[in-house]
């Protein structure tokens, strides 16, 4: 991934400042020390879309007489997964709500 703040590529392997509080997360650039947060409800939404998507498609396939109402909300589960996907950015902030720093390690 890149910072948006100064736009260069960051591994999350040597992100030594970090802070997850449920789905949303914060993380510190160590090239610039700018914190950088992830909207929490895109996750949400990520991750409930694709379960119901797999549901949707599991329902499909093991009774084939629910086919009708479960294919649509699973494809249309699969679309609000990539849509919320390609909205998950990284976005600067200032710091973090409760500045308490974690060390990775
Ligand atoms: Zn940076």
Known sequence: MFCPHCAKTLRFSQVSEYQVEGMQRYIRCYHCDTWLANSGRIVMTKVVSFYLA???????????????PALP???????????SHLMDQWSVVEHPPAPRKAKAG
């Open 73 to 83: 909300v699973s494809i249309f589960s699969l679309v609000v997964m990539l849509m």
């Open 54 to 68: 797999a549901a949707g498609f599991a329902v499909s396939y093991f009774w084939p007489e629910w086919q009708l």
